[in-house]
């Protein structure tokens, strides 16, 4: 995809600006920090736009973007102030794409800094957060490939 994106021949359409971006938000005690991995970061008609990629099986299952897809990409347009982004999609057997835009939602964004805030507080008083994944259908398959699960099976730390 990369190759796609960088390739002269989208020039006249869109242009590569880079990829694996670090960032950093500063908290009044603790620090969020990371890389944008598997994002591209490219200018459409003089706009900046965040493309988040991802692989799937079969890309025909994509209806719509994945609630936590979509929750990465608030954070990545919080902490870099671009705030248009697209997820896209990519069958990993065929190469097919499909593509979602997504606008800044500043309430989202900070719903999910106040997420990080809690998680802090937790972490800093040794309670454990809650086993949110498997609360739901939709999340608990991810439990399946947690390296924690057998210490989240026994609640313990
Ligand atoms: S098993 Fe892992 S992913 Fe599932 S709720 Fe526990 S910690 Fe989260």
């Known amino acids: 995809m990369m190759e796609v994106f960088k390739s002269e021949k989208n020039i006249n359409t869109i242009k590569f600006l880079e990829t694996e971006i670090p960032f950093k938000m500063n908290f009044e005690n603790f620090v969020i920090s990371g890389r944008l991995d598997d994002v591209v970061i490219a200018k459409e ?76 507080k937790l972490l800093v008083n040794d309670v454990l957060p809650i086993d949110e994944f498997k609360q739901s259908k939709d999340t608990i398959w991810m439990c399946n490939m947690c390296e924690y699960r057998s210490k989240c099976d026994r609640n313990e730390k």
């Open 45 to 120: 008609n003089d706009k900046k736009i965040i493309i988040e990629i991802k692989t799937v099986k079969d890309v025909r299952n994509a209806v719509k973007p994945n609630k936590n897809h979509i929750m990465q990409l608030q954070l990545y347009m919080h902490a870099t102030g671009i705030h248009d982004g697209v997820i896209l999609y990519v069958d990993r057997t065929n190469l097919k794409t499909k593509a979602f835009e997504i606008s800044y939602d500043e309430e989202h964004s900070l719903d999910i800094l106040n997420r990080f805030k809690t998680l802090h």
